[in-house]
């Protein structure tokens, strides 16, 4: 799913940056990305030929308050509906770090990793338990709490540069980050069509809502009962709440990279 956005006479698609490949294209048209944000997880694209239509986005500026009722088309024709449930909030990264796979004792100063996953990017990547991790991206690693903090900052599909001494020996390893992986729970509310958004935290001043979409089915925009233009939809988070980013947090992400597109 897209958002197809009009501004000075340009037109541009806005969707989710983590359902967004490297090669993107629309028919028998490429699109080409010109920027992604990972702190809002969208991703901005453009095609040679102007689009028709598109929403004005500078006509983005409306109230929009709890219990607002929203709709979203979705790519088959139909729409669906529901209400805006609360917000915005900030969504801690609790899913949505990149995972490496490799654990420092706790309180170990230097930061001595004890367990690495089998099958990990660390694992992958020959990093070994009893390595003191000194550097991660070239900053100085002096203890397992700096380990953690520095982790907490990456996302999946970024590449650390550790650096790890192991006896006498220093290595230097550059290693492509993932998500971590999902945690499969028995209870009720973890079974639902779709499943969550594998990019569903780690966003500042989001909504929430109880529109009923697929993780597939998310970058696509939402309106009000005015027809008025609300967002899009950013991640599916549970059973219950799917997340909305609102139409002028959309417009300061496109103003942003706009002059990239000059």
């Given at each position: ?25 629309m028919g028998n048209a490429t ?14 694209l453009r095609t040679a030929a ?99 903090d520095a982790m907490s900052k ?109």
């Open positions: 799913m897209g958002t197809v956005l009009s501004y000075k006479g340009q037109t541009f698609i806005v969707s989710k940056s983590s359902l967004v490949g490297g090669s993107v294209t699109l080409n990305i010109i920027a992604r944000d990972p702190n809002t997880d969208l991703v901005l102007k689009l028709k239509g598109g929403i004005k986005l500078d006509e983005t500026d409306h109230s929009l308050h709890t219990g607002s009722f929203l709709f979203a088309p979705l790519a088959d024709t139909s729409t669906i509906s529901g209400i805006l449930s609360g917000g915005p909030i900030d969504l801690p990264k609790t899913y949505s770090a990149g995972f490496l796979g490799a654990t420092p004792m706790h309180n170990s100063s230097p930061a001595k990793i004890f367990f690495v996953r089998a099958g990990s990017p660390a694992a992958l990547s020959e990093i070994k338990t009893g390595d003191l991790v000194t550097q991660l991206n070239g900053q100085p690693i002096a203890d397992a709490g700096a380990f953690t990456t996302w999946p599909g970024d590449t650390l540069k550790i650096k790890v001494k192991r006896e006498a020996e220093e290595i230097e390893k550059a290693i492509i980050l993932t998500y971590s992986p999902e945690i499969v729970h028995d209870h009720p509310a973890e079974h639902f069509a779709g499943g969550k958004s594998r990019r569903r935290d780690g966003f500042k001043q989001i909504y929430t809502t109880d529109l009923v979409l697929r993780p597939e089915q998310c970058g696509g925009p939402v309106f009000d009962a005015q027809h008025n233009f609300c967002g899009i939809t950013i991640a599916r988070y549970s059973r219950v709440n799917s997340l909305l980013i609102k139409a002028d947090g959309i417009r300061q992400f496109v103003l942003e990279m706009y002059d990239s597109v000059q």
